[in-house]
């Protein structure tokens, strides 16, 4: 029998906890969030926390030691409070849900915790994720100093995000298992908004589709299907608007012969997806659209081809870089005669005017999930900056297995004087999340139509 991930991933940590030093990692849940008044936001847990307990109440807090012995604190079962919250899991019952070797309720966490604190020489919390502990924390060092007898040579604060972050960045089959089904639940939803659109216009060719409109289709089937809901604010953007890179979907209105940016994603399990599309409203791209959107395409493309085993994740942005550059220098949206050639323009940045994002990030249970970015032990080289400038740094690490990553290479084209007019109010991203496997990456996001002519025969067709 397989062990179960949850239990596995405390082992695992508990090792590389072993093999820095020893100690005991806090690992406390999300904190409750007021949004107005005594409303409160959803509660929506930890990342951290749950990756390594699989449990989904408030007020609980996970203890690892490394010795692999593990301790959750909880709220205690509590008929008069389960009346508004809903049935609790409770201390007695978490080591057997869980496989916790202890539990205790959340309200001994000041008195116990200092406790444990003062028997080891590191302890170890998330020192960038905010927590209810925050507060606390420096209290209990103190205290735990005190009883220690160690003075103020001990325990040692020492952050445990580089620790966990590095397990979270290469997904286990679980996670991948989940995240296709999250990417599968989300293309169905882009397809839903393509579909939508096509049918009103197909109707009423002069009818104006706002954007909450198409948010509401996407969120629709996000919730019909089992995902919680978004993984972050649905970004949908009628014409002009794709050029505001985060635009919220508002009351803007899309019409025939305008494109619609929809980036949007829902979370199921506890992990995230992340899909654009980019839509002629009318199911029929323009010829300047369809220009551009071919360039972003083949930009993805070769960002694709570069997504695999022992590539670094900067290639495949320098790769698309380099095709979006080709692109706007045929197109005439930068001048030969001012900005040379294609590496010129890479050089100077000058596609950043039309470019200004990265291709691609870690995707997992944050959108923007863990996990860094460079190759700490390799020596720093001078590299081309995010900026378009240039910093010398270490390189960007090796693509592994397991690793899931973003594709998203785009273009947006703000009016001005200079780009010629045809082009003028187009945004385009296209956007897909990737599986590292051996020999490349899997597309898990592709159940939704992503060439020029399948997007309009799919709007055509429904
Ligand atoms: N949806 C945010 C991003 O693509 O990074
Ligand atoms: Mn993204
Ligand atoms: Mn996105």
């Known amino acids: 029998m397989r062990t179960p991930p949850f239990r596995r991933r405390r082992a695992e940590l508990a090792r590389r906890l072993a093999a820095a030093g020893g100690g005991m990692a806090i690992v406390p849940t999300a904190p409750m969030q007021m949004r107005n008044g005594d409303n409160e936001h959803p509660f929506r847990h930890g990342s951290h926390f749950h990756y390594l307990s699989g449990f989904d109440e408030p007020h609980s807090c996970l203890v690892l030691h490394a010795d692999g012995c593990s301790e959750l604190f909880?709220?205690?079962?509590?008929?008069?409070?389960?009346?508004?919250?809903?049935?609790?899991?409770?201390?007695?019952?978490?080591?057997?849900?869980?496989?916790?070797?202890?539990?205790?309720?959340?309200?001994?966490?000041?008195?116990?915790?200092?406790?444990?604190?003062?028997?080891?020489?590191?302890?170890?919390?998330?020192?960038?994720?905010?927590?209810?502990?925050?507060?606390?924390?420096?209290?209990?060092?103190?205290?735990?100093?005190?009883?220690?007898?160690?003075?103020?040579?001990?325990?040692?604060?020492?952050?445990?995000?580089?620790?966990?972050?590095?397990?979270?960045?290469?997904?286990?089959?679980?996670?991948?298992?989940?995240?296709?089904?999250?990417?599968?639940?989300?293309?169905?939803?882009?397809?839903?908004?393509?579909?939508?659109?096509?049918?009103?216009?197909?109707?009423?060719?002069?009818?104006?589709?706002?954007?909450?409109?198409?948010?509401?289709?996407?969120?629709?089937e996000f919730r019909r299907r089992g995902a919680t809901g978004p993984a972050y604010g649905s970004i949908v953007a009628a014409g002009g608007n794709a050029c505001v890179l985060h635009h919220a979907a508002g009351p803007g209105e899309l019409r025939a012969g305008q494109l619609c940016l929809v980036d949007a994603g829902c979370e199921l399990d506890g992990y995230a997806s992340d899909i654009s599309r980019t839509f002629p409203a009318d199911g029929r791209f323009t010829g300047p659209q369809r220009t551009l959107y071919d360039v972003v395409l083949a930009a993805q493309q070769v960002a694709v081809a570069a997504t695999r085993p022992g590539s670094r994740q900067r290639d495949a942005h320098e790769a698309a870089v380099r095709v979006l550059s080709q692109g706007l220098l045929d197109h005439g949206l930068l001048a030969r005669d001012r900005h040379g050639d294609v590496d010129a323009v890479m050089a100077s940045g000058a596609y950043r005017r039309f470019y200004m994002h990265d291709t691609g990030h870690w995707l997992g249970r944050d959108v923007h999930d863990v996990g860094e970015y460079l190759s700490l032990q390799e020596p720093a080289v001078d590299q081309p900056d995010f900026r378009g400038g240039r910093v010398v740094r270490a390189p960007s690490r090796r693509l592994e297995c397991g690793m899931v990553v973003t594709l998203e290479p785009g273009l947006y084209v703000q009016p001005a004087p200079d780009v010629p007019e045809a082009?003028?109010?187009?945004?385009?991203?296209?956007?897909?999340?990737?599986?590292?496997?051996?020999?490349?990456?899997?597309?898990?996001?592709?159940?939704?139509?992503?060439?020029?002519?399948?997007?309009?025969?799919?709007?055509?067709?429904?």
């Not at 915790?113 to 925050?134: C, H, K, Q, Y």
């Not at 882009?190 to 104006?208: S, T």
């Not at 956007?431 to 399948?454: H, K």
């Open 74 to 220: 909880c709220h205690a079962a509590n008929a008069e409070r389960s009346v508004w919250e809903g049935p609790m899991l409770g201390p007695e019952a978490a080591p057997q849900a869980l496989g916790v070797d202890l539990a205790w309720p959340i309200e001994r966490l000041d008195e116990l915790l200092p406790e444990l604190m003062g028997r080891v020489r590191n302890v170890w919390t998330l020192f960038t994720v905010p927590s209810a502990i925050d507060q606390r924390l420096p209290g209990w060092l103190a205290r735990a100093r005190t009883r220690a007898g160690l003075g103020a040579e001990g325990p040692v604060h020492r952050d445990l995000g580089p620790l966990v972050d590095e397990m979270r960045l290469i997904k286990d089959a679980d996670e991948i298992d989940t995240m296709r089904r999250a990417a599968a639940i989300s293309a169905a939803a882009h397809a839903r908004a393509m579909r939508y659109c096509g049918q009103r216009l197909r109707a009423d060719p002069a009818a104006a589709v706002r954007e909450y409109e198409i948010e509401a289709e996407l969120l629709h």
């Open 423 to 462: 082009f003028w109010n187009i945004g385009i991203r296209i956007e897909d999340d990737a599986v590292v496997v051996p020999g490349g990456c899997e597309l898990i996001s592709r159940a939704v139509p992503v060439e020029p002519d399948a997007i309009e025969a799919w709007m055509s067709a429904h």
